[in-house]
């Protein structure tokens, strides 16, 4: 069997989630850097190709398929949740002519391992049997349906709580709710699904009765981590997953050559990436689709989210990187702010409170102290002097500045956008520039200076003898 080609995954993410007292759908709430059912279809994308992916859509539909539809899933419609078994029903029409293996699980259990789904599929490929359904044993089974198990180690019935005799209640192997069903025989039998007498929806759970009287064979597929199969029902939950997430993601990158110093007080996505020898320091953010290269630095109390940073770049404390790249030796902070797709090149420095809006920094160029760059083009070796801005707005349209390379800007000076500084020239200090200033040549925009001699100390006097009248 080819899994990937044979293996279809039905992701139940259809039902409002009352519990979590919010009027967002349970599954688009956020932890570890992701929706609950985006960390469920990245899993099953290890597994299956995205075509035959399908994710079952129902409260607030539009927004679950906004946040992952991106990814090539598609979707089942449930207009009304009818229970587990009429999630899975509603896709007959896409389902049931697809064949081989079918996957079914939760929008809400994030924290299933790739692994662990893989381990299931390949553990029900290799049997006869009709499906493998997860199990795993706790310590406190109260409230889980138990597995009650045959003389040969299948699964002989699933019990829940209520209806479970002193015996079986004893039994500490629960059924987690996850299983690889035979497409084949599943759709065969899906029919003889009945609605619960009391609450009127149709259980996936009756499946499992369904397939042994039929005289096929269910297996457990044992895990030894419960904590994997953790759903969230209310913001205690997904508080605790999210916690579960980043030590996971922290472990993982200590694990491969990046040293976290306090790692119990970092956050950082799941989907980040962060080269050998890089060094991560306490209470940082790193969030996003951030790719992080090898010898870097991330400075304390720092946030660096969707950005990229090369090899050997610094990022100082009390920084924020948004949207933006540091090329090769680049060095931003502390107290900087880049945003926008903002580029500071190799060897560039952007010092402290230090702002960049959609500006690249040219290679070796500095902007040290107290800036504001936006909609701006800088070249190489260029300096920016304290306290310069671009006004780049003028209150109805975004204008760019361009500072050709070599450029020296002294301290607080004003450039009026659109403007363009040729390569090699100087501007003095304190200068308000609203017009091109050529290659190599100073630019000057202020009042020429007067000095008055014996001003300060007549105007003493003079106020002395205001006083003392």
């Known amino acids: 069997m080819n899994m990937a080609n044979?293996?279809?995954?039905?992701?139940?993410?259809?039902?409002?989630?009352?519990?979590?007292?919010?009027?967002?759908?349970?599954?688009?709430?956020?932890?570890?850097?992701?929706?609950?059912?985006?960390?469920?279809?990245?899993?099953?994308?290890?597994?299956?190709?995205?075509?035959?992916?399908?994710?079952?859509?129902?409260?607030?539909?539009?927004?679950?398929?906004?946040?992952?539809?991106?990814?090539?899933?598609?979707?089942?419609?449930?207009?009304?949740?009818?229970?587990?078994?009429?999630?899975?029903?509603?896709?007959?029409?896409?389902?049931?002519?697809?064949?081989?293996?079918?996957?079914?699980?939760?929008?809400?259990?994030?924290?299933?391992?790739?692994?662990?789904?893989?381990?299931?599929?390949?553990?029900?490929?290799?049997?006869?049997?009709?499906?493998?359904?997860?199990?795993?044993?706790?310590?406190?089974?109260?409230?889980?349906?138990r597995v009650i198990r045959d003389a040969h180690g299948n699964v002989k019935a699933i019990v829940e709580q209520k209806a479970a005799n002193s015996e079986q209640l004893r039994v500490r192997e629960i059924n987690a709710g996850i299983y690889c069903f035979n497409a084949e025989l599943f759709w065969k039998h899906a029919h003889e699904i009945q609605p619960n007498s009391v609450a009127n929806e149709y259980y996936l759970t009756d499946m499992v009765e369904i397939l042994i009287r039929a005289g096929h064979a269910i297996q457990p597929y044992v895990i030894d981590d419960p904590g994997e199969l953790l759903g969230i029902n209310t913001r205690v939950e997904?508080?605790?997953?999210?916690?579960?997430?980043?030590?996971?993601?922290?472990?993982?990158?200590?694990?491969?050559?990046?040293?976290?110093?306090?790692?119990?007080?970092?956050?950082?996505?799941?989907?980040?990436?962060?080269?050998?020898?890089?060094?991560?320091?306490?209470?940082?953010?790193?969030?996003?689709?951030?790719?992080?290269?090898?010898?870097?630095?991330?400075?304390?109390?720092?946030?660096?989210?969707?950005?990229?940073?090369?090899?050997?770049?610094?990022?100082?404390?009390?920084?924020?990187?948004?949207?933006?790249?540091?090329?090769?030796?680049?060095?931003?902070?502390?107290?900087?702010?880049?945003r926008m797709q903002s580029q500071v090149e190799a060897k560039a420095v952007v010092g402290n409170f230090v702002e960049l809006k959609k500006t690249r920094l040219g290679r070796k160029s500095k902007a040290q102290h107290l800036a504001y760059l936006g909609d701006s083009t800088i070249g190489e070796g260029a300096n920016i002097g304290a306290g310069t801005i671009t006004c780049n707005y003028d209150g109805v349209k975004k204008s760019p500045t361009t500072i050709g390379d070599g450029a020296f800007i002294g301290s607080n000076s004003t450039l009026v956008a659109p403007v363009e500084i040729g390569p090699g020239s100087y501007i003095a200090a304190g200068s308000v520039i609203t017009q091109q200033v050529p290659e190599d040549a100073l630019g000057i925009g202020r009042s020429r200076q007067a000095v008055k001699p014996g001003w300060a100390k007549a105007k003493r006097d003079q106020n002395v003898t205001r006083a003392e009248s």
């Open 238 to 338: 997904l508080a605790a997953v999210d916690r579960i997430f980043r030590e996971r993601t922290v472990r993982d990158l200590m694990l491969s050559g990046v040293t976290i110093e306090r790692p119990e007080t970092v956050t950082i996505d799941a989907q980040v990436k962060i080269g050998m020898d890089s060094v991560v320091e306490p209470f940082t953010r790193i969030l996003g689709s951030t790719e992080i290269g090898e010898n870097c630095r991330i400075g304390a109390c720092s946030i660096v989210s969707n950005s990229r940073l090369a090899d050997d770049a610094e990022v100082l404390p009390f920084s924020h990187i948004a949207d933006s790249t540091l090329e090769r030796g680049a060095h931003a902070g502390p107290f900087a702010r880049l």
């Open 6 to 145: 044979d293996v279809s995954v039905v992701i139940l993410a259809a039902g409002l989630g009352t519990r979590m007292k919010s009027r967002q759908a349970k599954v688009l709430h956020r932890a570890g850097g992701d929706t609950l059912v985006g960390h469920v279809v990245n899993t099953a994308l290890e597994s299956a190709r995205a075509e035959r992916i399908f994710v079952v859509v129902g409260h607030q539909a539009d927004k679950v398929r906004e946040a992952v539809g991106p990814r090539g899933v598609g979707f089942i419609e449930q207009t009304e949740q009818k229970g587990t078994g009429h999630a899975v029903l509603c896709g007959r029409d896409q389902l049931a002519l697809l064949g081989g293996l079918l996957v079914i699980c939760y929008g809400d259990c994030p924290l299933v391992r790739k692994e662990t789904i893989a381990g299931l599929i390949q553990q029900q490929a290799n049997s006869s049997a009709a499906a493998t359904l997860i199990s795993t044993y706790l310590e406190d089974p109260t409230g889980y349906g």
